[in-house]
């Protein structure tokens, strides 16, 4: 759908002047080129990890998003600049039949994309078809605009206003960009952070920290420290018990069975978290990394 659009929009916009009917179509050929890479990441993120990718692909979907939401940006920053140009010297004249004939078949096309994928959102855990919902129901809304705005060109020519309908076209982009330029910004912020190490939002934590205190309550825990992060749909979890130094467990089964334990509980919350749990009588091991450095003889950790 989006190659077709794309194609569409840019012959549209070529043959009728018009940059909102152009931008339009960039958006659509550039989700279209995303979406090609999207798959094959789509794919990658259900296989286990790998000697080459130690810690799985949950990064690439990240990536992807990333890429995504700046590409979009990109475009829109661009588009922003030629309107202003444009309103700044006089405007432009479109062809408002053909322009409003694309955007009523680009918003119907976009509306049913957009509520497609919205369904298959509430069946599929993917960040990649969350994002995808997103850019559709902006690229819907646009299409909206473009459509009513462009349904005011002939109006203005009726009421013997035309000298303003040059302006419609880059007041129209002008304003598709300020309004939409939140969306492109949010999924290129949230999946830098998540490129970045950033831990998850407290609404992701906080129901693992509970899960885990209560699966390790049988021990006499001196410290509890979790580590989270989380690349796309993958949830990584590290743990670190912190027990008495003359604890005496009954051996590594006891500690496999808490790690079981542990495993099961966080999966309650979190289906797609990757634990690791570290058990210590030491609570240096444990700490947040000291700013002088480990103490001699844990550099290694």
Not at 224 to 240: C, D, E, F, N
Request: net charge negative.
């Amino acid at each position: 759908m989006a190659l077709a659009l794309g194609v569409l929009g840019l012959v549209i916009a070529f043959l009728s002047g018009s940059q909102a009917i152009m931008l339009d179509g960039l958006f659509n050929v550039s989700y279209f080129v995303i979406a090609l890479a999207t798959v094959r990441v789509a794919r990658l993120a259900e296989m286990p990890d790998s000697g080459t990718f130690p810690f799985g692909y949950g990064y690439f979907e990240s990536l992807i998003n990333a890429g995504k939401g700046l590409l979009i940006l990109g475009i829109s920053a661009l588009a922003l600049g030629d309107s202003l140009i444009a309103l700044a010297t006089g405007g432009r004249d479109v062809a408002a039949g053909l322009a409003i004939t694309y955007a009523a078949i680009a918003t119907t096309v976009c509306g049913a994309t957009a509520l497609t994928l919205h369904r298959l959102d509430q069946q599929l855990d993917s960040p990649l078809v969350t994002a995808d919902v997103g850019n559709w129901g902006v690229n819907t809304a646009v299409s909206a605009a473009v459509l009513f705005a462009f349904c005011l060109i002939p109006l203005l020519h009726w009421l013997e206003l035309s000298g303003f309908a040059p302006f419609i076209d880059p007041l129209l982009v002008t304003l598709i960009v300020i309004l939409c330029i939140g969306v492109p910004v949010r999924i290129a912020m949230r999946a830098i952070m998540e490129l970045l190490n950033r831990s998850p939002a407290e609404t992701v934590r906080q129901p693992v920290q509970a899960q885990v205190e209560g699966a390790v309550a049988g021990l006499p825990v001196e410290e509890l420290h979790l580590r989270m992060v989380h690349p796309g749909r993958t949830l990584y979890v590290l743990i670190h018990v912190v027990l008495p130094a003359d604890h005496r467990p009954e051996g590594l089964a006891a500690l496999d069975a808490v790690r079981n334990d542990v495993a099961r509980a966080v999966h309650s919350v979190a289906p797609k978290a990757v634990i690791d749990v570290v058990f210590t009588g030491d609570a240096s091991w444990a700490q947040p990394w000291p700013p002088g450095g480990w103490p001699k003889g844990k550099a290694g950790l």
